[in-house]
């Protein structure tokens, strides 16, 4: 498509409930990112894919979080037993090439508008 | 972990103006980006610059990689630039750090 597109734009969830959000990214995009951004904690970065490979987990904020990448495209971002503190905006990106540069950093990233999750 | 620094964290400007946004950060960093999220949240990648000068129309972008900050300037400033933008460095352990933004309202 055109740009990065995240399904559902707004979740509204009962404290505990699984969620799983959606990110589609550009096509021909390699590497696709999740962050959050919440009113408390500003913008975090969460994981990142670079095609099928195994991604770095560290970001995570507990194991309640997960993220898959199923060939190598589209993204799914789980969160078990939500918690009120999970309420944030979830916001995908993709970008082109390699996600670590040669010189070790992250290419351009074109964001998703974001899934707004309220956990209620 | 590493510490980034945005100044000012508000901004107010008359249209036309012309400004300068900072962003510090306290370790050495691989990689620093800028970014704008619009009224409407929308982010919008604006520079990639771990180093030296950029200029893109209206907006351009330093960093000094060896002093350790980035500067953004907008000049002759238009409604539509109104947001927050962000500054995110990057090291080289998948890890990324955003600074809390400087929030730009430009008034017609």
């Known amino acids: 498509g055109a740009g990065v597109s995240q399904s559902p734009s707004n979740k509204v969830t009962e404290k505990g409930k699984d969620v799983e959000l959606r990110c589609d990214p550009i096509s021909g995009h390699t590497a696709l990112y999740w962050y959050r951004q919440s009113l408390g904690q500003g913008l975090e970065f969460l994981i990142y894919f670079q095609g099928n490979s195994a991604p770095d987990k560290s970001g995570l904020p507990s194991d309640r979080f997960s993220a898959e990448r199923t060939g190598g495209s589209v993204s799914t971002l789980t969160i078990q037993r939500t918690q009120q503190e999970d309420s944030a905006v979830y916001l995908c990106a993709s970008s082109l090439g390699q996600g670590l540069r040669a010189s070790g950093g992250f290419n351009e990233q074109f964001f998703g508008p974001g899934t707004r999750l309220t956990v209620l | 972990g590493i510490q980034v620094e945005q100044s000012p964290p508000d901004l107010i400007l008359q249209e036309g103006a012309n400004s300068t946004l900072r962003c510090n950060f306290s370790d050495s960093v691989n990689n620093l980006q800028w970014f704008h999220q619009n009224p409407w949240g929308q982010l919008i990648n604006l520079f990639y610059i771990p180093s030296g000068t950029k200029q893109n129309g209206r907006l351009s972008a330093t960093t000094v990689a060896t002093e350790r900050y980035s500067l953004l300037y907008i000049s002759s400033s238009q409604t539509t630039d109104s947001g927050v933008y962000f500054c995110?460095?990057?090291?080289?352990?998948?890890?990324?750090?955003f600074g809390a933004g400087t929030r730009l309202t430009v008034k017609p």
């Open positions: 995110a460095v990057e090291r080289g352990n998948n890890d990324m750090r």
